[in-house]
């Protein structure tokens, strides 16, 4: 983390994350199984962290693989984690688990995106219901949460625009505690600068209203509703892994199932 082009000390860094975890000095220190002396010694610069300890307290605070890497170098440490784009041979196993994962869930819509909701890959399901989205909004890099609440993007076609607004700007919201990235702030403020375009569709009743939050879409085919799952690597140890996500999105209802499958198969004819 930088002010005004300078990086903050180490101890000041670990501070602010405590304090973003909402822990008191003695709280963390007992966590981390040290003495709130310690700690405080840390944070203030009167002692200098090991490579370990900043490791050790990046774990006990949830600090994020990128954020730990910022530790380190902060401490005079090098980086800890890699940073290579998903194309890099290295990954090569990683991106055919990808590819695999989104493909086995055609006939259903399903996509990759990274931690700034940037679209990373998607199936053969997805385009169908983009059709009519402005054509800028398609031009690389699409960042998802524009695409969807844009009133140029999907907002129109969102029957239950408010409701599937909300959920998106919770996670939002949600994400940007985890990781205080200025990035995710922009595009939060960005996001709720859109205008709300009216709805003309009603919203139709599901089972289940209540312990998840559906994507009703209008399409060619009528209203499709989705439940929609995020899915992320276990225990990476690669930067760009540990903020990779797969939203998949299943049928709500069975007039849903069946839609999506009719259109598989006539795509594949």
């Known amino acids: 983390m930088m002010v005004a082009g300078k990086t903050l000390p180490v101890g000041q860094l670990l501070r602010n994350w405590r304090e973003r975890r909402r822990l008191s000095q003695l709280a963390l220190a ?56 998903l194309d890099d041979p290295a990954l090569q196993s990683a991106r055919k688990a990808v590819e695999l994962v989104l493909a086995a869930h055609e006939p259903y819509p399903a996509l990759a995106i990274d931690r700034h909701w940037t679209l990373i890959a998607a199936n053969n399901s997805v385009a169908p219901l983009l059709t009519g989205v402005d054509s800028s909004l398609l031009n690389p890099p699409v960042n998802v949460l524009r695409l969807s609440l844009h009133p ?62 559906p994507l009703q879409l209008v399409t060619e085919s009528g209203i499709l509703s989705f439940i929609s799952t995020t899915t992320v690597f276990g225990t990476p140890v690669e930067i760009t892994l540990s903020e990779l996500a797969i939203e998949a999105f299943l049928p709500a209802d069975a007039a849903t199932a069946t839609s999506l499958r009719h259109q598989s198969l006539g795509a594949a004819k």
């Not at 300890?53 to 730990?68: C, I, S, W």
């Not at 998106?168 to 995710?184: C, G, S, V």
Request: hydrophobic share 45%.
């Open 152 to 213: 140029l993007g999907l907002a129109t076609r969102i029957v239950n625009l408010a409701e599937w607004r909300a959920h998106l700007l919770k996670r939002l919201r949600r994400q940007i505690e985890t990781t205080a990235d200025a990035a995710l702030e922009e595009l939060r403020n960005e996001i709720c600068g859109y205008a709300i375009p009216d709805q003309g569709a009603a919203a139709t009743e599901l089972d289940g209203a209540g312990l998840f939050v």
């Open 30 to 85: 007992c966590e981390a199984e040290i003495s709130s002396r310690h700690l405080s010694f840390l944070e203030t610069g009167r002692s200098q962290p090991s490579r370990e300890m900043v490791l050790h307290l990046a774990e006990q605070l949830e600090v994020p693989l990128r954020a730990r890497n910022a530790l380190l170098m902060a401490a005079g440490y090098a980086p800890e984690f890699a940073n290579r784009p």
